[in-house]
């Protein structure tokens, strides 16, 4: 069964300091999404991103964060100055349109400490 | 207003017994789907069941069915013959527009904490 790879599942981080969350969607995939989640909290969309650009991104998304597809594969969520309240779980997901059932695969999340 | 309430913060059943798990949704869409994940202690989300706004029947994965109904915009999920492995959060998501337009987002609910006792 194809995954989706996060990288780290682990970081701390202190305040004001750039962190980058890595992911590898499903190779024939087309539509990427960052998810978050605080603790305990519900799951929160931040931005979906297709065809080397953002489709759509929530109120969360401001402009300490951006994503990129560097080299084709890997899909970046950058947090420039890191907050307090940054500190969740990240979860990338990747959806292919052929199949919508089955679309929306996450990966294991990043769980990002902001100290 | 909540576009996918879930009532039930926690939940308990006995081993071996059906639980069923709320979900109300709100969309003016008439194309959407909804969906139920599990996330267990380990933090990832693992996709259940899918059900289309078009869809006739009510969907089943195994032990897992979706008991639609349409008019009254509701998802609940049943899982039978509850395991121990079952324990975990449960999550309804909502996808607005057709499943044509794959850059649409899910939209969650809130989750509900299921504990399945032996």
């Known amino acids: 069964e194809p995954e989706v790879t996060q990288t780290p599942s682990h970081q701390v981080t202190q305040m004001g300091q750039e962190v980058i969350l890595r992911c590898v969607p499903i190779?024939?995939?087309?539509?990427f999404y960052w998810y978050r989640q605080i603790l305990g909290q519900k799951v929160e969309f931040l931005v979906s991103f297709y065809n080397n650009e953002i489709s759509e991104k929530s109120e969360i998304f401001d402009d300490q964060f951006s994503v990129e597809r560097p080299d084709g594969s890997n899909f970046t969520l950058k947090i420039r100055s890191t907050k307090l309240e940054d500190s969740a779980m990240y979860f990338c997901a990747s959806r292919q349109a052929i199949r919508p059932n089955y679309g929306y695969t996450f990966g294991s999340g990043t769980r990002l400490t902001v100290v | 207003a909540q576009k996918i309430t879930q009532t039930q913060p926690g939940m308990f059943v006995q081993e071996k017994e059906a639980v069923t798990l709320d979900c109300t949704y709100d969309t003016s869409d008439p194309s959407y789907g909804l969906f139920w994940y599990k996330q267990p202690s380990s933090g990832e989300m693992i996709f259940l069941i899918y059900?289309?706004?078009?869809?006739?029947q009510n969907a089943t994965e195994g032990r897992y069915s979706l008991n639609f109904q349409k008019a009254r915009k509701s998802a609940n999920l049943v899982i039978s013959a509850s395991q121990l492995g079952d324990s975990a959060m449960y999550f309804c998501a909502m996808r607005e527009g057709p499943a044509s337009g794959g850059y649409n987002k899910l939209i969650f609910g809130a989750g509900t904490r299921l504990a399945v006792h032996p």
């Open positions: 059900q289309g706004s078009y869809d006739q």
């Open positions: 190779s024939n995939h087309l539509y």
